[in-house]
Structures are given as structure tokens and as C-alpha cells.
């Protein structure tokens, strides 16, 4: 066996490949270095960014005579579809929040309807009572009244017996100043 290396063609075209990268490199180099290919490009791409701008107009222009929608368009889509989730999320918030208010207040009118249920049959107690109450007051006073009653005819019934009894002394005293009539008869 030789000394010879097998021929290998992928290594015969990297070194073409290099030599070719040099020599593209340096005209880049000798035609950048140059001020008049500078001012010349600089030229060309402002003509060409102008032109991508007449272009776009002109394809906005024509996409809204067709009702189609533009890159632009699709963006502010987005955009307002992601403004409308950030909405419908803060919304969703203070739907929550507003339903946990609304348990909250439920729970404290069941807990005042409650109070109120215990004021009403307390009222209704305090309302029979009271009825209790006026017509033992009216019986109270109607006793009252027949007491009175009674101690004015005790009283007169202590002036009838003073009276009568004062009648009674003054009839036994008539009896013993009388004389009494002893047998001269008549007839016998």
C-alpha cells in the first residue's frame, strides 16, 4: 500500500468554497471602502424603502375595496381581542365579588328577618298583655268602684245602726219613765 491518500471530492470543494468566501469578501470590502457605492446604496435603499410604502398603501387600498382584511387590521384584532379578554376577566372579578357581597347581605337580612320574627311575636305577647292587662285594670277599677260603693252603704248602714240604736235607748228609756199601770181593774 502507497502513502497515497483516496481522492475525497468533498474536500476539493471546501477549499474551492473558501477561496471563493475570500474573494467575495475582499470586492464587498473594495466596494463598501468606496464612497460613491456608500452614497449609491444609501440611495438604493431609501428608493426601495419608499417603495415599500407605496406598496403597502397601495395593498391596504385594495384589500378595503375588496373587504379583506390587512396585516395591520389582524393586529389591531388582536390587540382588541386581548383588551376584551383583560375586560371580560376584570368583569368576571367583580362578578364574583359582587356575588359573594350579595351571600353576605342575604345571610345578614335572613339574620335581621330573623330578629324581626322574634320582635313581632314579642310585640303580639306584649300587645296581649297589655289587653290582659287594661281589662284587669278596668275589673280592678270596676271593684274599686263597688268597694266604694259598699264602704258608703257600711257607712250608712254604721249611721242606720248609730240611729237605731240611739232609737232603742231612747225607747227603753220611754219604757222605764212610764208608768205602769197595775191592777185597778175595771171590772172585777
Do not use: C
Request: aromatic content about 8%; hydrophobic content about 35%.
Amino acid at each position: 500500500m502507497s502513502g497515497k491518500k483516496p481522492y475525497d471530492p468533498y474536500e476539493s470543494l471546501h477549499k474551492f468554497s473558501l477561496l471563493w468566501e475570500k474573494q467575495v469578501n475582499d470586492f464587498i470590502y473594495l466596494w463598501t471602502n468606496n464612497k460613491e457605492f456608500v452614497k449609491m446604496s444609501h440611495l438604493g435603499t431609501e428608493f426601495h424603502s419608499r417603495s415599500l410604502e407605496t406598496f403597502k398603501k397601495n395593498q391596504e387600498a385594495i384589500a378595503s375595496m375588496l373587504n379583506l382584511p390587512t396585516k395591520n387590521d389582524v393586529t389591531n384584532v388582536a390587540s382588541l381581542t386581548l383588551q376584551a379578554e383583560e375586560k371580560v376577566e376584570a368583569l368576571e372579578e367583580q362578578i364574583w365579588e359582587l356575588q359573594d357581597a350579595v351571600k353576605s347581605q342575604s345571610k345578614e337580612i335572613e339574620s335581621v328577618v330573623e330578629v324581626s320574627k322574634e320582635v313581632i311575636k314579642l310585640t303580639k305577647q306584649l300587645k296581649t298583655e297589655l289587653v290582659k292587662t287594661k281589662k284587669e285594670l278596668a275589673d280592678t277599677k270596676d271593684l274599686h268602684a263597688e268597694l266604694q260603693e259598699l264602704k258608703f252603704e257600711l257607712l250608712k248602714l254604721n249611721d242606720f245602726k248609730e240611729e237605731f240604736e240611739t232609737i232603742k235607748d231612747l225607747i227603753k228609756q220611754d219604757r222605764a219613765s212610764e208608768p205602769v199601770l197595775t191592777g185597778a181593774g175595771s171590772g172585777n
